[in-house]
């Protein structure tokens, strides 16, 4: 691990009024759950486009249905890690704003941050397509329809081809537009409009991902590392000043 680099973020750290971060799907790997584009992730498998897709849900439900149902039963063995944990504790202690997240685990609420921005919605959420409805996941898992207009059940998130959540993404950029420090971790950055949210902040810019985006250079600090275990430095180094 690249000690200087902790050692400078822990200093920016200190002297932010608002950190701001932005997680990725790198995020949540040693967690368990597979990202999307590097080398063991999904897509690599699948395809998104055949099946992250309003398209897949309306005309394909039963590849929609498989893909998103084992999504959640994987989810369901997982955790959050002590990298969670430690933004966690960070905005306890007033060193974190806000988190910004593209991924839909729910696992920075699980760790106990309060401010979390969810940009692409949620595993954890059921609702009717049709009709809009909100449904149990257990329901949805056995693959039963809509208890009120037999519609196609399905997760809270945001498909290729539908609008984003225009009130959370209003909250999202307004707190990355006050940040003073705005630190990506663990997204390759190629999702867009996501990956232009840190340029809306004219604060310090930071990247921690384990291995170079194309985006790389455009920040003002690059840490290469895992997630967790650059976090829990972090977090010890302004917390406690150890490490
Ligand atoms: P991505 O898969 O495109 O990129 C992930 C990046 O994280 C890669 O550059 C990879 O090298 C890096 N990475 C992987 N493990 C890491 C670790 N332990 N520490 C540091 N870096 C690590 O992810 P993205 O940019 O978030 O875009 C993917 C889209 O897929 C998002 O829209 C997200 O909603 C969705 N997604 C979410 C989850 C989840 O909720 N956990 C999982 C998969 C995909």
Redesign the pocket.
Known sequence: MDQPKIDLLAEWMKESRRTVILT???????SG??????KE??WKKIDPMTVSTVDALEHQYDLFHGFYSLRLSDLKKCEPHKGHDALADLEKEGHVSAVVT????GFHQQSGSGTVHEL?GS?RKIFCHECGARADEAAFMERESCSDCEGHLRPKIILFGEMLPQDVWGRAIQDIEESDLLIV???????AP?NELPFLSDGKKVI????E?YLHNQFDLQIE????EVLQLIRDKVLEGTV
């Open positions: 990725g799907a790198g995020m949540s790997t040693e759950i597979p990202d999307f584009r590097s992730g999904w593209q991924n839909v685990d692409h595993l971790i663990g997204s390759s950055l190629q999702v996501a921690i991902n384990q291995e985006t590392g895992k997630a967790g």
